[in-house]
């Protein structure tokens, strides 16, 4: 069973401790019962930090962390895809070397920590096996990869990843890369759309049944996914440019099309795409954003400009967007298509915040609203994890029949 801190009153409490969510008896009966997987969980850029340790509870006040396995526990998480991120990088051979070491590393760590405390946690690649590490009450660690990088121009490279325990990538990130366009590379687009080598890709991905996710790509490359791909899709971290005009969001149509296709979009919970800046807000981020996009910072580099940011964002606190305006998104691919083609991909340890939501601890919120809203248990059971489950049972079958 999953273990939950539920609490009807706030207690006392320490300075930097996140408060815990307050839910009332029929939210946390369904938030029990339900299977919460979060789509993308960037927890192991800290978890390859020297000496952090996820079986300890971290503060993020203190550390930034969101995400840790008794912060899962308390929230009633029971599994989350973690990211294997790696931000392009240069496109040489070189590089490609470099970022498929680095991406093997990052497996490695992630499959350490689940090998590590079994009593805690599990690798995770299917629907069964998400569902039957909730019923042993241990943590179900999928992987995904943001950014096709490492895949270099080796499709063979798919299947190895596929062994250790990949079942998505996030095609592109922040910039173009051997696949495809991105929807925020500074220097336009590529190909318009997938790469010829991006469309052998996604055939490699429909054979070997990993899901294709359209986060971070360009509007012409998702439609290109769309008449390319023999199974459904997923974005595993986007929101509705409808409520939030952004490029990393998905349009209307877009989403339409998406559900048309079977797929699912994941909602992210970073600030600015959930809810537009102001203007001097968004004007003061944007010369950070160019930076962190170059190819050759350091660490410690990319630690300072994203602390700047921070503070950044707390200077213009007044525009940080609510738990509340969230669901919002949730509601709208809802309401735009049915409640079959929605589920959450927060980004914690990767920018994902909102007001009421600070880590994992507190997700009891987002069912907490989506019953306030008159959302059966049935549905809140398929946009907390029935419809991503649903989407990699559709996956693993059309490989099955290719």
Not at 142 to 167: H, T, V
């Amino acid at each position: 069973m999953k273990k939950l801190l539920i609490l009807l009153t706030l207690p006392v409490l320490a300075a930097g401790q996140t408060v815990p969510v307050k839910m009332s008896p029929e939210a946390a009966k369904i938030h029990e019962k339900a299977l919460t997987i979060d789509t993308h969980a960037d927890a192991p850029i800290k978890m390859m930090e020297l000496g952090f340790d996820m079986t300890v509870e971290h503060n993020y006040e203190k550390d930034q962390s969101q995400i840790d396995f008794p912060r899962m526990i308390k929230g009633g998480m029971d599994g989350m895809f973690f990211a294997v991120y790696l931000g392009q990088g240069k496109r040489t051979p070189e590089g490609n070397a470099e970022a498929k070491k680095q991406a093997l590393a990052i497996f490695d760590k992630i499959r350490e920590t689940a090998r590590s405390h079994p009593e805690l946690a599990g690798i995770a690649t299917t629907s069964k096996d998400a569902y039957r590490l909730q019923k042993e009450g241990k943590r179900a660690m999928f992987i995904g990869m943001e950014n096709g990088w490492p895949i270099g121009k080796d499709l063979s490279n798919l299947k190895m990843y596929y062994d250790l325990g990949l079942r998505y990538v996030t095609l592109s990130h922040s910039l173009n890369n051997d696949i495809c366009d991105s929807s925020t590379d500074g220097d336009g687009p590529e190909y318009n759309g997938l790469s010829a080598f991006g469309e052998q890709v996604v055939q490699e991905m429909n054979r070997l049944g990993m899901m294709v996710d359209i986060s971070h790509v360009s509007d012409s490359t998702f439609y290109d996914v769309i008449k390319m791909t023999k199974a459904p899709v997923i974005a595993s971290h986007s929101s509705c440019r409808a409520l939030c005009n952004v490029p990393r969001n998905m349009t209307d149509d877009m989403i339409k099309t998406l559900a048309k296709n079977g797929g699912v979009i994941q909602i992210n919970f970073v600030p600015n795409f959930v809810k537009a800046p102001s203007q001097p807000h968004e004007m003061s981020l944007k010369a950070l954003r160019l930076k962190l996009r170059q190819t050759d910072l350091s660490d410690a580099d990319k630690k300072a400009l994203r602390d700047e940011m921070r503070a950044i964002d707390k200077k213009y606190i007044s525009d940080m967007p609510t738990l509340q305006d969230a669901v919002d998104h949730i509601e709208h691919v809802i309401k735009l298509t049915s409640v079959d083609h929605v589920g959450i991909g927060m980004d914690l340890d990767g920018g994902g915040e909102v007001i009421g939501l600070q880590d994992v601890s507190q997700i009891g919120g987002i069912t907490e609203e989506l019953v306030k809203r008159g959302y059966s248990a049935k549905d809140i059971e398929k946009i907390w994890g029935g419809n991503i489950m649903r989407v990699l049972d559709q996956v693993e079958k059309v490989a099955k029949e290719m």
